[in-house]
């Protein structure tokens, strides 16, 4: 089974400036899918980037990049130029490859809260 | 990115009472839906997963007679409650995964459940 980790319950950043936020997952599967979802006070879940395993190059959106280390099994999202439209849960999130039982199947971290203060 | 409805988005009911939520792919098939329940603060906890067309599959510790799942469309999946109770109290989202849409889901804007 896979597990996913968000070490930081809670983050703050100040307006325009950079903030990291960590996940780290465990699995056996050598190609699978990590997402980060925004969820913000709405609860609407957005989907914020993606990266799939066989690809070395770390993704990025606008101003949200990811950190993929696939040895280490990290997967951290930055956000620069914070906004305040940023402030939500943010939840990292893994898929497994898709075949069979469990396919497009996500397992989710606990989320950490990020407060974007002005 | 593909359109999922939910219907209701609030609702509040007595004990003992049951509830049925209706998730909707607006503008593609979906072959897969998934349900998850959400208490406040946490994260998104999946309960089962649906196949048109066949028995949905439930996660360990979620009471399959208790969260009915009907999937009887490419269209339509709905959760029934039945026979509420004041712990079934929780924000319900449905998502849907399908070929068609590469490797994502897409979330309805979830339901929150009262039981009074």
Known sequence: AQTVTQSQPEMSVQEA??????????????????FWYKQ???????????QEAYKQQNATENRFSVNFQKA??????????SQLGDTAMYFC?????HSGAGSYQLTFGKGTKLSVIP | GAVVSQHPSWVICKSGTSVKIECRSL????????????????????????????????????????????HASLTLSTLTVTSAHPEDSSFYICSTGTSGQGNEQFFGPGTRLTVL
């Open chain 2, 27 to 70: 503008d593609f098939q979906a072959t897969t839906m998934f349900w998850y329940r959400q208490f406040p603060k946490q994260s998104l906890m999946l309960m089962a997963t649906s196949n048109e067309g066949s028995k949905a599959t439930y996660e360990q510790g979620v009471e399959k007679d208790k969260f009915l799942i009907n």
């Open chain 1, 93 to 97: 999130a893994f898929m497994k490859p």
């Open chain 1, 72 to 81: 280490a099994k990290s997967f951290s999202l930055k956000i620069s130029d």
């Open chain 1, 40 to 50: 913000p006070p709405s609860r609407q879940m957005i989907l914020v980037i993606r």
């Open chain 1, 17 to 34: 400036e950079t903030v990291t936020l960590s996940c780290t997952y465990d699995t056996s599967e050598s190609n699978y899918y990590l």
